[in-house]
T-cell receptor
């Protein structure tokens, strides 16, 4: 398996909902990333996990809560989001010690 | 601070014409540079990295440290090259990729 998978593909949620995004890879990569991408804009880094430990948090609001339960899985828990959080959320992974990141297809999130 | 600049938001060429997508960066150390491509309705995928010096899909890019540039070139553009192209820079062994704003390339028949 040489791909990063993300579920769900689409998610619509209200501002009071709690939901989670899931990312999975079976390439043996030990670094995993969450990015946010607005339409026609570049991805913006949110979080980096290295060996299942959070190593970078780009000052993301606490309504986004990442979790890395094991080396293959990365979750992003969402709570009390705002309409401006609507975006494509991308997961990526890489071998430890390299910067060649492999991206998933993304989850398109709409916050009503 | 590291920064990546792609001066052209849009670039249009005809099929068979040469194409060059510009990328300039600012970083005081030794950067690692990449080109990523995002075709319509597809995931972001790595096209080139300067370390490997490969030619992928006919594209090449040379790191010019003197001019702090990493321009992407292809001698004969094809319609299937139409996509969004991002230049990206990284300075650590893992972690932060800094992307440019992207260039939308359209290749007309």
């Amino acid at each position: 398996d040489t791909e990063v998978t993300q579920t769900p593909k689409h998610l619509v949620m209200g501002m009071t909902n709690k939901k989670s995004l899931k990312c999975e890879q079976h390439m043996g990569h030990r670094a995993m990333y969450w990015y946010k991408q607005k339409a026609k804009k570049p991805p913006e880094l949110m979080f980096v996990y290295s060996y299942e430990k959070l190593s970078i948090n780009e000052s993301v609001p606490s309504r986004f809560s990442p979790e890395c339960p094991n080396s293959s899985l990365l979750n992003l828990h969402l709570h009390a989001l705002q309409p401006e959080d609507s975006a494509l959320y991308l997961c990526a992974s890489s071998q430890a010690g390299t910067n060649e990141q492999f991206f998933g297809p993304g989850t398109r999130l709409t916050v009503l | 601070a590291q920064r990546v600049t792609q001066p052209e938001k849009l670039l249009s060429v005809f099929k068979g014409a040469p194409v060059e997508l510009k990328c300039n960066y600012s970083y005081s150390g030794s950067p690692e540079l990449f080109w990523y491509v995002q075709y319509s309705r597809q995931r972001l995928q790595l096209l080139l990295r300067h370390i490997s010096r490969e030619s992928i899909k006919g594209f090449t890019a040379d790191l010019n440290k003197g001019e702090t540039s990493f321009h992407l070139k292809k001698p004969f553009a094809q319609e299937e090259d139409s996509a969004m192209y991002y230049c990206a820079l990284s300075r650590t062994s893992y972690g932060k990729l800094t992307f440019g704003q992207g260039t939308i390339l359209t290749v007309h028949p």
